[in-house]
Nanobody
Framework: QLQFVESGGGLVQPGGSLRLSCATSGFTLENYNVGWFRQASGKGREGIGCISSDGDSTNYADSVKGRFTISRDNAKNTVYLRMDSLKPEDTAVYYC??????????????????????WGQGTQVTVSS
């Protein structure tokens, strides 16, 4: 059973940075691509980025491109989301998940929630002064 535990969220001022972690268990992480998602209050789940199993390919939503960076350490069974230049509109609960959908820089399919299962409890990120 795929399991995920997201952590590292908190309250940060606009322009600040955070690094989220996604600890995985119950499966072999190196065999899966991983995506990060967020859900703001009253809105649907938004795919913000994904990374291939070997870390060589990434894809980002336009809303976070150039500000957010996904990385992974398969030996530690952990995937990271580095968030810089945070804005109030980045406020949301952030989730990670695993998928077999191919990750390329120009195709958004790896950011679609329907291709993912086994969500964690998420971690709250609040950007406010």
């Amino acid at each position: 059973q795929l399991q995920f535990v997201e952590s590292g969220g908190g309250l940060v001022q606009p322009g600040g940075s955070l690094r989220l972690s996604c600890a995985t268990s119950g499966f072999t992480l190196e065999n899966y691509n991983v995506g990060w998602f967020r859900q703001a209050s009253g809105k649907g789940r938004e795919g913000i980025g994904c990374i291939s199993s070997d870390g060589d390919s990434t894809n980002y939503a336009d809303s976070v491109k150039g500000r957010f960076t996904i990385s992974r350490d398969n030996a530690k069974n952990t995937v990271y989301l580095r968030m810089d230049s945070l804005k109030p509109e980045d406020t949301a609960v952030y989730y990670c998940g695993a998928t077999q959908v191919i990750v390329t820089s120009d195709q958004a399919s790896c950011r679609m929630p329907l291709f993912y299962t086994g969500w964690g409890q998420g971690t709250q990120v609040t950007v406010s002064s």
